[in-house]
């Protein structure tokens, strides 16, 4: 994992307003539990698709300078790599957690952290995932003191 691109995500992530987390199908359990991660050190942090709102209108309610952090690997969800594009297009930073540089999320992300996935099961790679999560919220406490 690249310390700078961390680092970057990291302070990204204390500094914006708010952060929405969005992964379906088997990244779903992930953007579960690092938006649980996420919410222990920061205010304003949620799943984009909460119950109430559907993926559009959670969008519309974000603004300028929020952050969407968005996950997927081979083969690529097509929604949620839209979700990446539209969030970029509004002025959103994107942080795409995925498999390989070649990935459709890499291209609207300000910051991309490449996990290996060898299988159609997210079971392989957890090990690479808890670590990228735990790293993601107890990385530069410092900066997590300006959302709290």
């Not at 204390?14 to 938006?35: D, K």
């Not at 996420?38 to 929020?66: C, F, I, K, N, T």
């Not at 952050?67 to 002025?91: D, F, K, L, Q």
């Not at 790679?125 to 003191?145: E, V």
Request: charged share 20%; net charge positive.
């Amino acid at each position: 994992m690249d310390g700078a691109s961390l680092k970057g995500a990291t302070a990204r992530l204390a500094s914006a307003r708010r952060v929405r987390v969005h992964g379906v199908r088997q990244f779903h359990s992930l953007a579960s539990f690092l938006t649980y991660c996420l919410g222990m050190v920061r205010s304003d942090v949620a799943l984009l698709d909460e119950p109430r709102l559907r993926v559009a209108e959670a969008l519309s309610q974000l603004e300028p300078g929020d952050v969407v952090i968005v996950a997927s690997c081979a083969p690529y969800t097509r929604s949620v790599a839209e979700v990446g594009r539209v969030a970029t297009a509004n002025g959103q930073s994107v942080i795409a957690i995925t498999d390989s540089r070649s990935s459709p999320l890499v291209p609207p992300a300000e910051h991309a952290f490449f996990i290996p996935h060898a299988s159609s099961f997210t079971r392989t790679a957890w090990a690479h995932i808890l670590s990228f999560a735990k790293r993601c919220s107890t990385s530069s406490p410092a900066n997590w003191a300006i959302r709290r």
